[in-house]
Structure formats: structure tokens, C-alpha cells
């Protein structure tokens, strides 16, 4: 068995992120996303269409997308999608310049986002004898399954440097120097940049709708496919803000576990491949007994412990528990 504490400290662990990291921030969950495009391209009895399609006839979601696309075809999809993402009623920082809204960003994810701000902590050591911010040599990469910019924006602006290289295309150099996070799904910024081409950020590589699973699916040596299964063979993995629904997501993870344990019964080491090949992290949030079983039981099989929690205010509280040590003040970078 896995001991997260001690291997954090020993040998480093990456994280993967999902909505849940964001959502405080006023970013939407993918059913809310899907309504607020579709209430954009033909008002509220689009928007209501979506629920039905989803909740009362069974659509899954990228079929839903696949089908909201279909509805807007006089604007670009990707447009409409950062839109709706960075919706202004509740992202107060869209549009607005990375220089002028930093500040803010950091006073509002200190005060309304604890969980993304307890991330960006993880990502960053302070050296006191330079008075400046360092990236965490023990967060060895990040895979984040969310379109938004606010991790990179935020640890930016909070921390006075890059901690976190962004790598949202093959042909994103990682780099040594910073933590490498890879945004398997795509990216979309929200501040002002050199172009405002809404389908700048490799719209090729989005991952939202069907088709684009189905593209995802059939390349199973494409950047991120190879990226993700490597960072879940080196390294545990621990997954904040994700319900681990994702079909991509499961499906590498029982790829890696399955390769795991089949190395472990060609070595002869068969009693150990179960317990061995369990060896990534999962935050959940508590339901009842019957389906906290049932959940922990099938991320089992993928090769995922679970850490339950009731209310979201113990996962930063777990993950300073996690940082502190002898040498490593939370105070320090999560004031």
C-alpha cells in the first residue's frame, strides 16, 4: 500500500484537476456550460432543452455538446464557449488585462476559492533567504481536465513568477524549470492577449463535443493519451475536484493498473499485483454507505483509493497537512 504522506515527502506525487477546483470561482460545471451556449444561440427554451436531453431522456454530455453545436452554426463554437465559460455575471474577470486584474484574481481566490488557492500553495516553496517563491520540486506535474486559465493565472499573479508551465498542444515544449501542466481537454484564456482569436488556443485539440471523444479515442498515442498514462505510471497521482466520471480518465487508468499488474504476475510477484497497482489518490464526497461502497469499489478496480470528505472545506485542510513538514511553513505560501 501507498502511503501518500510519505511518498509526497520521499519521492513527490502529481495532481489532477477537475471543475471542482474552479467551480468556486463562478466557473460552470459541463451541464451549466452546454445551457448557458444554448441560451446563446436561441434563448431560454434552448437552455431547457439541454436539461431534457440530458437528465429526462439520457443524452450523455459530449452528446448533448455534439447536438448544442449543431445549434449555433452562425457563430464560432469555440467563441461561444469561452464565453459561456467566463460568463461576466459570475467571472467578473474576463477581457480584462492579466496586468490589471491580478491583483483581484488573488484577493478573490483567497476569499471565495480555498481549494484553488490550497493548489497553487502545493505548487509553490518559499526561500526565505531570497525572499522569493520557488516551483515545489515534489508536485512533478499537473494533468488538468478543466478548459479555464485560472491555476496558471492565479499562482502567477499570487506567487510573483511562473511556477507552472502550460502545455495545451503537442507542441508545447515541457519545460525543467517549472511544473509542466498538461490541459488533456484543451485551454482557454480569459485575459487580453496579442490576438483575440477565440480559437487560438489549439480549438484541434478541444475535447467538449462526441466527435471530438471520438477523435480523442482513436488516437491512443496522441500527446496527451501518452502524456497522461506516463505521469500515472511514474508518479501517484492525486485527483482534486473530479468525480472521475471521464470516460478518458478511466479509461487510461485502467490501462496503467492493468499493465501494472501484469508486470507484477510475469515477475512472479502475483500476491502483491492487487495491492501494489492501487497506488493513486482520489478525493470523493461522502453520500450514503451503499454508494460511498459502490463508488470505492470501482475505483478500486482502476487503481484509486479513495479520501472521503463531507464538506469541501476539508480538502484544503488535508492538503496543508500534506505540505507541512520540518522545512515547510503552509503560512508561508497560504496566508
Known sequence: ??????????KGIALALGAGVSCRSGIPDWLTLLERIAKKCGGPDREALVETLHRRLGFTLPVVAGMVENMCPERTFGELLREALYDKATFP????????????????????????????????????????????PRIRAIINTNFDA??????????GKRLIRTIDRPSATPSSHRINCYHIHGFLQFWDEDSDDPESEAPDLRVFT????FDFFDRPNS?????????????VVLFIGLSL????LRRLLHYSRQERVQSYVREGRESEATDKS?????????????????VEQSLNRLGVRVLWFSDFAEVPKYLEALYTDDTERWSDVCP
Do not use: W
Open 1 to 10: 500500500m501507498t502511503n501518500l504522506p510519505e511518498r509526497y515527502r520521499k
Open 93 to 136: 474577470f474576463y477581457r480584462e488585462s492579466r496586468t490589471l486584474s491580478s491583483s483581484a484574481l488573488v484577493r478573490h481566490v483567497r476569499e471565495e476559492n480555498r481549494t484553488l488557492a490550497a493548489v497553487g500553495a502545493m505548487c509553490a516553496l518559499y526561500d526565505p533567504k531570497k525572499k522569493a517563491f520557488a516551483p515545489n
Open 150 to 159: 485560472l491555476l496558471t493565472a492565479y499562482t502567477s499573479a499570487r506567487y
Open 210 to 213: 462526441e466527435h471530438e471523444f
Open 223 to 235: 500527446a496527451f493519451n501518452s502524456a497522461t498514462l506516463h505521469i500515472l505510471r511514474e508518479h
Open 245 to 248: 466520471q471521464d470516460d478518458n
Open 278 to 294: 492501487l497506488r493513486h489518490y482520489a478525493f470523493q464526497q461522502s453520500m450514503s454507505p451503499a454508494i460511498n461502497r459502490a
